[in-house]
């Protein structure tokens, strides 16, 4: 099996696509278990965001796996294939390795560093292994990468190469200390848009939410107030700094909210599907500022020389990654071969001692360590060997090799891999 990776994101796809692309809840769970349920496919898992749509399987045929996946996409978006596929990026084995570091480094991101991607890679492992659609391949290649973005934050200046997309957004708002705030939400993204307003200087922080307690904990922890999510038509009224982010999948606030507002008003949609009504842009006083605001401004798309530590971070994780891979593929064939030598071991030993039932205990003991010595002995250096050989392009020759040379049965190491598993 192979990994391969079908999606798309802000640089190939513009964000009313990804939009239309996006998939939460219910809708997230059907499309798992879909791709999951293809012939071809083992294993999957989808990395759903404002930036990015990606499914990520493994495969047993590239095309065939390729032409499911990208058909379920345009199945559960409802977007036409061939509208969707010429945004679809591909990438496999390798290069699928390769991407999903980069993406958990923040280098495929909107806003390049921001750590919002751990988190959610994260919690879509964590989705693809309630339901069963994660296995062993999946599960330590994601935890790998999750390593590997740690490690980027915390060894290099990437968290500084670019802000969140809260702060990249708020950057486009100019000074917001003394303003009346306003948090729809209490996710993920509006956890971080409070904490940001609150290091910014807004005291005055209002968070609505649909389930009250979880807003009423948010607000506590930047000193707000939190309201039922009834009263965000009346707190609007009241607010010059909005920010929403509920992943509602339909419009919460609407013109007719705004209108009449009779002040500058900054509105800041991070959702995906939108939570504002683009027609709110038409209101006299009304900024809204959105991800297609944000991708179009290039607020924190560059990097510098963070970006290319991360770079190179990537290329020596990859390489380490694919050199225990390679190692991994032939470690089933030495256990295999280790197996039937100690059968040979416990057959001959057998045989003697029927042909000299006077041995004693003690003699008995010595021929059989002497025995075994000799075989560990025999097999310890060309099995060291082909594990360091594996680790090279085209190890898996060597694996090869050894099962034709010591003649051992196909299904010893599949059986030992599947123990493994």
Same mark, same amino acid.
């Given at each position: 099996m192979s990994v391969l990776v079908v999606g798309l994101s802000h640089r190939t796809a513009p964000v009313a696509? +990804?939009?239309?692309?996006?998939?939460t809840g219910d809708a997230l769970v059907k499309l798992l278990h879909d791709v999951r349920q293809d012939a071809c496919v083992a294993e999957t898992m989808v990395v759903s965001t404002c930036n990015r749509v990606e499914v990520y399987a493994t495969v047993d045929r590239f095309h065939a796996g390729v032409n499911a996946v @990208?058909?379920?996409l345009a199945v559960h978006s409802g977007v036409p294939a061939e509208e969707l596929t010429p945004h679809l990026y591909v990438h496999y084995e390798e290069q699928a390795v390769e991407h999903l570091f980069s993406v958990v480094c923040g280098l495929d991101s909107m806003v390049v560093g921001e750590g919002q991607i751990l988190g959610q890679v994260r919690q879509a492992l964590k989705l693809g292994q309630k339901h069963a659609t994660v296995g062993a391949t999946l599960n330590d290649l994601v935890q790998q990468a +999750?390593?590997?973005g740690k490690r980027a934050h915390a060894d290099t200046g990437i968290d500084k190469a670019g802000a969140s997309l809260v702060s990249a957004g708020l950057a486009l708002a100019?000074?917001?200390?003394?303003?009346?705030a306003l948090v729809v939400g209490a996710g993920s993204m @509006? @956890? =971080?848009?409070?904490a940001t307003l609150s290091r910014a200087g807004v005291t005055d922080i209002v968070v609505a939410n649909r389930t009250y307690e979880r807003?009423?904990?948010?607000?506590? @922890?930047?000193g707000g107030r939190a309201v039922e999510f009834s009263?965000?038509?009346?707190? =609007?009224?009241?607010a010059d700094l909005v920010i929403t982010c509920t992943g509602a999948g339909r419009h919460v606030v609407t013109p007719e909210m705004l209108d009449g507002a009779g002040r500058e008003v900054f509105v800041l949609d991070l959702a995906l599907p939108h939570d504002v009504d683009p027609a709110v842009r038409s209101l006299p006083g009304v900024t809204l500022v959105d991800l297609e605001t944000i991708q179009e401004s290039g607020v924190g798309s560059r990097g510098g020389d963070a970006v290319e530590s991360v770079r190179r971070l990537v290329v020596e994780e990859l390489a380490a990654y694919l050199d225990a891979e390679r190692v991994a593929t032939v470690t089933p064939t030495v256990v295999a071969l280790r197996s039937k030598a100690a059968g040979v071991v416990e057959s001959e030993l057998g045989r003697l001692m029927m042909r000299v039932p006077g041995l004693d205990e003690r003699a008995r003991d010595e021929i059989a360590m002497t025995v075994q010595r000799v075989v560990d002995k025999l097999l310890h250096e060309p099995t060291v060997r082909v594990k360091q050989l594996a680790a090279s392009p085209g190890g898996d020759h060597y694996a090869e090799a050894l099962r034709e040379l010591f003649d051992l049965d196909p299904k010893m190491p599949e059986a030992v891999r599947e123990v493994e598993l």
């Open positions: 696509l +990804l939009e239309r692309v996006s998939v @990208s058909a379920l +999750l390593r590997v100019g000074d917001v200390s003394g303003r009346r @509006s @956890s =971080l848009a409070a807003g009423a904990r948010l607000a506590a @922890s930047v009263a965000v038509p009346r707190e =609007l009224a009241a």
